[in-house]
């Protein structure tokens, strides 16, 4: 399974993006999905996370402004992203753990290229 990354770009801080991450793989089932982020000079940070049966925690920094969510009929994840700030740019990645259904061996993803998120003040 590998993920791809999309959605990302320029806006003016205050604004909104939709990140989209869609897995590839039909024989498997996806449990725990992730965004993470990397700025540049900084380790790479958690910043929300999703569980098959939909509930989400948050980093305390994006708490009340990013909503992440899943379709799992499509193996896709997204995250919302309201209110940005300057000190959310960053290279955005996701990340998920998942079964296959024909070896019920238990995988985690590969890391993506990401996607970059620029918010401009």
């Known amino acids: 399974v590998h993920l791809v990354e999309s959605g990302g770009g320029l806006v003016q801080a205050g604004g909104s993006l939709r990140l989209s991450c869609a897995a590839s793989?039909?024989?498997?089932?996806?449990?725990?999905m992730r965004w993470y982020r990397q700025a540049p000079g900084n380790q790479r940070e958690l910043v929300a996370t999703?569980?098959?049966?939909?509930?989400?925690n948050y980093a305390d920094s994006v708490k009340g402004r990013f909503t992440i969510s899943r379709d799992n009929a499509r193996n896709t994840m997204y995250l919302q992203m309201n209110s940005l700030k300057p000190e959310d740019t960053a290279v955005y990645y996701c990340?998920?753990?998942?079964?296959?259904?024909?070896?019920?061996?238990?995988?985690?993803?590969?890391w993506g290229q990401g996607t970059q998120v620029t918010v401009s003040s």
């Open positions: 999703i569980y098959s049966g939909g509930s989400a």
């Open positions: 793989g039909s024989t498997v089932s996806i449990n725990t």
């Open positions: 990340y998920a753990d998942y079964v296959d259904l024909h070896s019920h061996k238990y995988y985690y993803t590969p």
